[in-house]
C-alpha cells in the first residue's frame, strides 16, 4: 500500500473486530485526532494451524483449513472495510494494514517500529488483575515493550461509567 505524506504524527491503532477496539478508534477521532495526522489501522492475527494428517484425508482436511481461512480472511477484510468508510467520511489520512503474526503484541511493536509511528492507542479486553497476571494480555504486551507512548482506552462500559 502506499505511504502516505503527512506532517503529523503518525498513529498506530490495533483492531481486532471487537467493541473495545471499535472503542479506542472512536476514542481517536473524537479526542485524539489532529487534521495532519497520519493514522494505521492495524490488523494482526495468525492462521488457524493447519490440521495434521498422514492418512488418506490430508486432502479434506486441506480444503477444509482453506475454506476456513477464506472465511476469516474475508471477514477481516469487511471490519478493516468498515475502518476504511470511517477514516474516508472523517477525512483522515489512514493506512490499513493486516499482519499475519503472532503474537500480536510482538506484532503491533514491531509494525510501530517499521512505521516509526509515534503512539499507540489500543483497546483493552478488560481482563481481571488475576487473568491479566497468569496469562497477560496483549495491550499489557504492548506497554511493556513499545518504545512510544501507548494510550490504552478501556472499553465501552468502563469508559461510559467514568464520564
Same mark, same amino acid.
Given at each position: 500500500?502506499?505511504?502516505?505524506?503527512?506532517?503529523?504524527?503518525?498513529?498506530? %491503532? !490495533? *483492531?481486532?473486530?471487537?467493541?473495545?477496539?471499535? /472503542?479506542?478508534? &472512536?476514542? #481517536?477521532?473524537?479526542?485524539?485526532?489532529? !487534521?495532519?495526522?497520519?493514522?494505521?489501522?492495524?490488523?494482526? $492475527?495468525?492462521?488457524?494451524?493447519?490440521?495434521?494428517?498422514? @492418512?488418506? $484425508?490430508?486432502?479434506? #482436511?486441506?480444503? =477444509?483449513?482453506?475454506?476456513?481461512?477464506?472465511? /476469516?480472511?474475508?471477514?477481516?477484510?469487511?471490519?478493516?472495510?468498515? #475502518?476504511?468508510? &470511517?477514516?474516508? =467520511?472523517?477525512? *483522515?489520512? #489512514?493506512? +490499513?494494514?493486516? +499482519? +499475519?503474526?503472532?503474537?500480536?503484541?510482538? +506484532? %503491533?511493536?514491531?509494525?510501530?517500529?517499521? =512505521?516509526?509511528?509515534?503512539?499507540?492507542?489500543?483497546? /483493552?479486553?478488560? &481482563?481481571?488483575?488475576?487473568?491479566?497476571?497468569?496469562?497477560?494480555?496483549?495491550?499489557?504486551?504492548? *506497554?511493556?515493550?513499545?518504545?512510544? !507512548?501507548? @494510550?490504552? *482506552?478501556?472499553?465501552?462500559?468502563?469508559?461510559? &461509567? =467514568?464520564?
Amino acid at each position: 500500500m502506499a505511504e502516505i505524506k503527512s506532517s503529523g504524527r503518525t498513529v498506530l %491503532i !490495533p *483492531v481486532d473486530g471487537s467493541e473495545n477496539a471499535s /472503542t479506542a478508534f &472512536q476514542f #481517536y477521532i473524537d479526542a485524539v485526532h489532529q !487534521p495532519e495526522d497520519r493514522l494505521i489501522v492495524l490488523h494482526a $492475527f495468525e492462521l488457524p494451524p493447519l490440521p495434521y494428517s498422514s @492418512g488418506p $484425508f490430508v486432502f479434506a #482436511y486441506y480444503e =477444509e483449513w482453506s475454506q476456513m481461512v477464506k472465511e /476469516t480472511r474475508e471477514g477481516q477484510e469487511a471490519m478493516l472495510k468498515s #475502518y476504511e468508510d &470511517q477514516c474516508k =467520511e472523517k477525512n *483522515v489520512h #489512514y493506512q +490499513v494494514l493486516m +499482519v +499475519v503474526g503472532k503474537p500480536a503484541g510482538e +506484532v %503491533i511493536c514491531k509494525v510501530s517500529e517499521d =512505521e516509526k509511528a509515534d503512539l499507540i492507542i489500543m483497546g /483493552t479486553r478488560g &481482563q481481571g488483575l488475576l487473568r491479566r497476571t497468569l496469562i497477560g494480555s496483549v495491550s499489557d504486551y504492548v *506497554v511493556h515493550h513499545a518504545h512510544i !507512548p501507548v @494510550g490504552v *482506552v478501556p472499553g465501552p462500559q468502563k469508559l461510559k &461509567q =467514568e464520564t
